[in-house]
Antibody
């Protein structure tokens, strides 16, 4: 059974970069698209972007200038970097597997707080 | 930017039926938007209920059904149960590789 697990710092200072990793267990990262989604406290879900196992990416236009995604097939994980963070980037960040036009498998999420 | 709209809240009686909708601030939703629906209970990750308008992943009860009604995507819950009390989000494919979440609907069962 494929499982996803997010990891990374829970606290990031304003203007710095947020970096998270999603580890895929129970299956290969190959031949799938993988996604990042976030949810500010008490608010709705926002699609950040997705990456194919070969490294091709697509980002939400509203975040594109600050987002970088990468994949490491040897470690079976993929990563998110969000630069120049502000308090508005405080959220639970989810990684997910992207099926055909939908998200079919989710991680449990990790809370990242932006604060000095 | 196009906004994907959902009703803020809905209330349904146990055993009752409720239909949630997912629309566009500009234009109509069709099957070409590949609507998908997700259920989220507080503190939990979302769970996929419906994809590609009306397909269900294995393990999702058939009392959850998806469709396109008029100019919106719809999720119908038939025979509502107490544990259906959750937030529900739709996602639409907007073309050019872009996907947008709806604003979410909070469903109360009482």
């Amino acid at each position: 059974q494929v499982q996803l697990q997010e990891s990374g710092p829970g606290l990031v200072k304003p203007s710095e970069a947020l970096s998270l990793t999603c580890s895929v267990s129970g299956g290969s990262i190959g031949n799938f698209y993988w996604s990042w989604i976030r949810q500010p406290p008490g608010k709705g879900l926002e699609w950040i972007g997705y990456i194919y196992y070969n490294g091709n990416t697509h980002y939400n236009p509203s975040l594109k200038s600050r987002v970088t995604m990468s994949v490491d097939t040897s470690k079976n994980h993929f990563s998110l970097k969000l630069s120049s963070v502000t308090a508005a980037d405080t959220a639970v960040y989810y990684c997910a597997r992207f099926g055909r036009y939908y998200l079919d498998l989710w991680g449990r999420g990790t809370l990242v707080i932006v604060s000095s | 930017q196009t906004v994907v709209t959902q009703e803020p809240s809905f209330s349904v009686s146990p055993g009752g039926t409720v239909t949630l909708t997912c629309g566009l601030s500009s234009g109509s939703v069709s099957t070409s938007h590949y609507p998908s629906w997700y259920q989220q209970t507080p503190g939990q990750a979302p769970r996929t209920l419906v994809y590609s308008t009306n397909s269900r992943p294995s393990g999702v009860p058939d009392r959850f059904s998806g469709s396109v009604l008029g100019n919106k995507a719809a999720l119908t819950i038939t025979g509502a149960q107490a544990d259906d009390e959750s937030d529900y989000y739709c996602v639409l494919y907007m073309g050019s590789g872009n996907y947008v979440f709806g604003t979410g609907t909070k469903v109360t069962v009482l």
